[in-house]
C-alpha cells in the first residue's frame, strides 16, 4: 500500500467509523482508504461544513470526529470550522493533502494556520513513520481533546508503505504528569467541608462534565445543591427537581437570582467564562468558588477562584461523596438542606421554564413574536430531539425555549461565535444521533451562508426542521449599532420557503401560529424530506441577552 492508504486504513483500525469531507486529488486515495476500512463518507458541499459535521458528530458521539480535505484551498475553507473545534476542546482530525513544493499555487504554512487557531499540526513524514504519527494524531485528539491537522505531504503519500496493520494499534502511554487524574492531597476533604457548611451551594457543570450526571446528583443530594449548566452540557440534569437549566445569559430570572445567592458554587468540567457567570454578574461578591477541571490550565483563567482542582469530573464528584460519608456506608436517602427545601422546589418548577415567565405577544402586521413562535414549536416537536442552533440574535429563542431530553440533545458550536455553521452542526449531530429528530435553528444570515449544506441534509435524507427566524438582517448588529446607518446589515425579503423546496425540502412560511399547522402535517406524514420552516419573526427589539454579550466586545 501506499502511504495515503496506510493512513486510512490505520485510523479504520483504531475505530473511525464515519469520516465528513470534499474530495481533492490531494485526500482521493487517504479518503477511500478509510471507506475500504469500513468507515462512512459524508460529502459536503464546503469544507467548513465537512469540519462542523466531524465536529458535532464527535460531541454527540463521543467519539474522535475526522474531516478530510485537499491541500490549500481545502484547508483554507476548513478554517473556521477547524477553529470552532479548537476553541471547543472537540476531539478531530484533520486529514490535509500538502504542497510542500513552494512554486505550487496550492503551497501555503499549513502547520501555521493550524497552530494559528489553536489546533496542534503533524505531518506524516515518510513512509516508515506513518503509521506511528496516524496513531499519535488519534491518541493527541482522544486524549487530549485536542483538534489535530495531520499534513500529508503529496509526495510522501505516494510512496510505498508496506501492509496497513491488521488490527487497531495500539495508542501510545500517556506522559507522566500531563492530565493528571487524581487529586492533590486533601483536595476532595476540603471542597466536602465547605460543601458541608454551605447553606447555598450550586453545582454548574461544563462540557467536561457530560459523563457525570449520577454522580453529581448523588452529591447535589447529600449537600442540597442545586444544578445548572454551562449552554454546551444544556440537558445534562433534566427531569431533576432540583435542575436550574442553563447558567449564564440564557438563565432565566429565577435560576438567575438563585446562581448568584449561592454561598458556594462549584464549576465542574465548566471553565466559568463570560457567557457562563453573564461577565461575572452571576458570582456574588462573598460567593466561594470552586473549580474542577482536567485541565490545570483552564482553571481560574475567567473567575477568581478559592479551591481549584485538578481531577476527572466523574472520579472527583465520587471522591468527595466518599468524603462526606462514613467510612463503609452506602448512599441512603438524603437528609433536605442547603436549598433542597419543598417550598423551593414548588418554585423551581413554576418558574425555572422561560416559558412560564410572563410577557407581551407582540406577533402582528404578518410577523410572529419569536418567543410565541419557539414556545409552539416545542408543544409540537417530539420530545426525543436534537437542537443545534446558529450564531446571532436570534439565538437564545431555541436556546431558552426548546426543551431537550439530556445532554446529547443540545449541539452548540458556539466557540468561536461564527455564523453559518448551524445547520453543519445539525447533520453531524443527526448522524450521531439518527434515533432523534434533528432540529436546526438558523437565522436568516447564518442559513444563508451556510445555504450549500441544504443538499446535503436532503442528499442523506434526513428527517430534519429546519426553522429559519428571519428578521431580513444581522439582527445583531441591527440592534447594538441602534441610531447608526444600517442599510449595510439589512437585506430585501428573501423567499426562503421557495430556495428550500428547490432543493427538494417540503416547506412552510410561518407569521402566525395558525401557520404551523403545516408543521403538524409534516410530523404526521411519513417524513421523508426534510422541513423548512421560514419564521417571519418581529425584529423591532434585541435579545436582551444580547446586550450583556456585547458588553465583551
Known sequence: MIVAEVVGRTLAALGVDTVFGVVGSGNFHVTNALVDGGARFVAARHEAGAAT?????????????????????????????????????????????????????????????ATAVGAVPMRVDDAGSA????????ATAIRDRRAVLLNLPLDVQRADAGAAPDAAPALPARKAGTLARVWPDGGAEALAWMLMRSERPVFVAGRGARRARHQLEELADLVGALLATSAAAKGLFHGNRWDLDVSGGFSSPLTAQLIRDADVLVAWGCSLNAWTTRHGALIGPDTEVVQIDLDEESIATHQRVSLGLVGDVPEA????????????????????????????????????????????????NGRIDPRT???????????ERIVATDSGNFMGFPAMFLDVPDESGFCFTQGFQAI?????????????????????????????????ELETVVRLGLPMVIVVYDDEAYGAEVHH????????????????????RGHGCAAVTVSAVSDLDGVATWLEGARDRPLLVHAKITRERGSWWLEEAFRGH
Open 131 to 138: 503509521i506511528e504519527t496516524t496513531v499519535q494524531a488519534y
Open 373 to 383: 413562535l419557539t414556545i409552539a414549536l416545542d408543544d409540537l416537536l417530539p420530545d
Open 53 to 113: 459535521m466531524a465536529d458535532a458528530y464527535a460531541r454527540v458521539s463521543g467519539k474522535v470526529g475526522v474531516v478530510s480535505v485537499h491541500q490549500g484551498p481545502g484547508l483554507t475553507n476548513a478554517l473556521t470550522g477547524l477553529a470552532e473545534a479548537a476553541k471547543s476542546g472537540t476531539p478531530l482530525v484533520v486529514l490535509a493533502g500538502e504542497a510542500t513544493d513552494t512554486r505550487s499555487n496550492f503551497h501555503i504554512d499549513q502547520s501555521a494556520l
Open 420 to 452: 453559518g455553521l448551524g445547520l453543519a452542526t445539525a447533520v453531524g449531530a443527526a448522524l450521531a444521533r439518527p434515533d432523534r429528530l434533528p432540529i436546526a435553528a438558523l437565522g436568516d444570515g447564518g442559513a444563508l451562508m451556510g445555504i450549500a
Open 481 to 500: 449599532f441602534a441610531g447608526h446607518r444600517l442599510d449595510t446589515v439589512t437585506f430585501p425579503p428573501t423567499d426562503l420557503a421557495s430556495i428550500a
Open 317 to 364: 464528584a465520587a471522591a468527595v461523596a466518599d468524603a462526606l460519608r462514613p467510612t463503609g456506608s452506602r448512599p441512603s436517602d438524603p437528609v433536605p438542606r442547603g436549598y433542597h427545601t419543598r417550598a423551593l422546589a414548588d418554585r423551581i418548577a413554576a418558574e425555572r421554564a422561560w416559558r412560564n415567565v410572563p410577557y407581551k405577544d407582540e406577533s402582528g
